[in-house]
């Protein structure tokens, strides 16, 4: 875990927020790395869930929405943590995360437990007031299902269909920690899937296998993950049966994604605190009914530190050790990296040019400084699938050397024919 986080801050992954500030707890920014990442995770999640479907379409809803939104779906009454707090050091903890004793210093003189609610609550207007009140939303959910009879009239889709958007939430955790896995603000991929309710149970088993395979396809090793159903005390108050896609993380077993079987609770809660009817009328069977939702909900950013953890790896090549992170060709970076044997002029415009015509279709890096060697020690060490090397043969020849990341095995190629060696490395 320490050599992910170190190589995170030196690669320029992921840096601790307001850090000349001091840094302010639990809080990150994504750097030129981390944010490549984090995109490429994303469209790869969209790529799935969308684009290679067509059942599914999509939704970007407002951070801010009307609170009356959060009263009907039960996060104002209900979305609390236990809190205790330590009477000797005065530290704060989730009772339900410790054993009866403060983590900090060992006291036991802990004070009851109270209801903490974990949205974070702002004003919106000059006035702050009551009347003013307003929620920074703490999951994407609620956005989906205020906005189901919208896409339901504007897309013409009929269950089973599914909405999915991608965005940010934000959650008051009293504990937030290990890095970017539990932070206050992050990312989540969501997905609403509407379906009859006698379907339920079986899109919830379909889902569930369909998440579990998208990690395993984009290079997580399946001993690493596990699908752990809920036990019934653990349920939220609008499921009927969930489980969780976890990743064994160096502290042990960790949530990545949530598959739920919200059934009709959020379109009913809706439907009767807004006066609408939330529900689809099937004009082959004539029959109405409000629609059973099949939920699954990842975090974009922990699903990042978990693929950064299952890549991180240490070998030898040529009697030198090396770090390597094994990414997926989707999910890293850069998918090349085009390197100039020197900075010699008579290099540099070929180098360059290739490098142009590879950015068309890939997240491409140019890089001309320090010796070659130190420059794919580099490569390997933030994640780029594949090098091409231009050197001064290629002035004669017209061809270059192609060098893959986890083999290290180099091919060389003629320059009219690199873009399609490269998308026969990748797979795309």
């Known amino acids: 875990m320490d050599k992910v986080v170190n190589l995170c801050k030196r690669r320029g992954f992921v840096f601790p927020s307001s850090e000349i500030y001091g840094g302010f707890r639990s809080t990150y920014d994504y750097g030129p790395l981390g944010v490549l990442m984090l995109r490429n995770l994303k469209d790869a999640w969209w790529r799935t869930m969308i684009q290679l479907r067509d059942d599914v379409v999509g939704l970007d809803s407002a951070i801010l929405m009307s609170p009356k939104i959060w009263e009907a779906s039960g996060h104002v009454s209900n979305f609390t943590d236990p809190l205790v707090d330590c009477r000797k050091c005065k530290e704060r903890w989730r009772e339900d995360q410790i054993e009866g004793a403060c983590p900090n210093c060992g006291s036991t003189d802990l004070t009851p437990a109270r209801a903490f609610n974990l949205m974070f609550q702002t004003n919106v207007g000059p006035v702050a007031d009551e009347g003013s009140v307003a929620y920074l939303r703490p999951e994407t959910a609620q956005g989906i299902f205020v906005n189901f009879l919208n896409v339901l009239q504007t897309s013409r889709r009929k269950p089973p269909f599914g909405i999915a958007q991608i965005g940010k939430s ?73 489980a969780d896609v976890e990743f064994l993380f160096p502290w042990g077993w960790g949530e990545l994604e949530g598959i739920a079987q919200r059934t009709d609770y959020d379109l009913r809660q809706h439907a009767r605190h807004s006066g609408q009817k939330l529900e689809y009328f099937d004009q082959a069977t004539g029959e109405r009914y409000v629609p059973y939702t099949v939920e699954p909900a990842a975090g974009a950013t922990r699903a990042m530190m978990s693929f950064l953890l299952a890549a991180y790896d240490e070998d030898t090549v040529a009697g030198e050790s090396r770090t390597v992170l094994r990414l997926h060709p989707r999910l890293a970076p850069y998918q090349v990296a085009v390197l100039p044997l020197s900075k010699k002029d008579t290099l540099t415009p070929v180098a360059r040019e290739i490098a142009s015509q590879l950015r068309v279709h890939y997240l491409c890096e140019y890089d001309e400084t320090q010796a070659i060697g130190r420059r794919y020690r580099r490569q390997d060490e933030i994640g780029t699938p594949l090098a091409v090397t231009v050197d001064f043969e290629t002035l004669e020849d017209r061809a270059v050397t192609v060098r893959e990341r986890d083999s290290t095995e180099q091919v060389r190629v003629p320059i009219e024919g690199v873009l399609e060696t490269i998308r026969g490395k990748l797979g795309f």
Not at 183 to 192: D, L, N, S, V, Y
């Open 170 to 242: 934000f959650r008051n955790e009293i504990t937030p920690g290990n890095f970017v896995f539990r932070t206050r603000e992050f990312e989540q991929m969501e997905m609403e899937y509407f379906v009859p309710p006698p379907d339920g149970p079986k899109w919830f088993e379909y889902w569930c296998e369909e998440r579990m395979r998208w990690y395993t396809e984009l290079g997580i090793p399946a001993d690493k993950l596990r699908l752990r159903q809920h036990d019934a005390d653990e349920l939220s108050h609008y499921s009927a049966g969930t």
